[in-house]
């Protein structure tokens, strides 16, 4: 018996959105599920008391980060990324892969984290020549070669190879209970036939990810039965299950694969094919998304209808509202993006009727909260006037209170969509 599991609770009548449970052992994600991101083991400003306050089900923690700084020798050392930033709840953490390509190939072709994923409005910006850029092992900040990508530390420059084998290992010791298999974003820029090679070496890569991922856990297996001399049924001990619990035994993480193939409808389709085949627990959608929004959901709806229905789906760095609510009615299950956070930090709410700049003049004198029917903290006991003020002033406590109204937003958004389906 697996204590990873994904239950469907219900489908729509009117679209392919499901309502469904994510099983882990740090407890269950009701889906439609927002996955803020704390980049660093931290949803910057906020204690994990404040986001268990928020209704926030689990964070998205990256591997490229954690990797270089402190190190997954000590987050394991230190008990892993629950114990560490003392969260007790469910954590994803990514490849490492997007922030290797995003901070090589994605920052020299002038097309950055987000807009690499909606590049249409760089791409005019840029020169003719620029359009020439399909292959990322050009990179002179990366180098992609069947073994993998090397790259220089955006911190010390040190010359990094960054494997599947590695990949897996990191997210191991980091501890995360659902990690990703590594894979090659290639920039929107990129030609079909470069997407399609890089693909095919995402598939290759998805395999040694899985081979990596299962040999970890046959290693645990036959270091646990050694040591307790039970050769039955062990994968592994979980410390914080109940003592009558904890010799009937479970994984600690599972592993999801990720489709790609670019805005190619053909590839899109292949490598769903191929990844869907894996025994995978969960089914990852990343790489470019295309040039537009329209681009986006025409690629959901190449990829959705070939994945198999009852794994959980997970569309990577995607949290607008709009886009949300319509992947959703796609069948994608949970999504993660730094954008509600992010944004917070810039003085900008997230409101019904869309953003609310909290610099603007007109709430200098302003005593109405963010939102009037809002139940967070910040709305409950602050006015715009004095949001505004912390804002002009530089206090930290700005951007704290403003990222819990945009996270409480986001919880309050998927559950009503989860009442509706
Ligand atoms: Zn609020």
Redesign the pocket.
Known sequence: MSNFTFTILKTSKKSLARRGIVHTPHGNIETPAFIPVGTQATVKGLTPEELESLDVQIIFANTYHLFLRPGEKIVKDLGGLHKFMNWQHPIITDSGGFQVFSLGAGMEQGVGKIASIFPEEKLMQIPNSKFQIPNSTKSNRIKITEEGVEFKSHIDGKKILLTPEKSIQIQKDLGADLILAFDECTSPLADYEYTKKAMERTHRWAIRSLETFNAQIANRKSQIAKRKKITSNIEYEIPCLPAGRRNTIYNIQAIYGIVQGGMFRDLREESTQFIGKLPFFGMAIGGSLGKSKKDMHQILDWTLPLLPEKRPRHLLGIGGIEDIIESIKQGIDTFDCAMPTRIARTGAFLTKKGRLNIFNSRYQSDKN???KE???Y??QNYSRAYLRHLFWAKEMLGPRLATI?NL??MSRLMKTIRENI
């Open positions: 909260p963010i939102e809002c139940r967070c910040t709305c109204h409480y937003f």
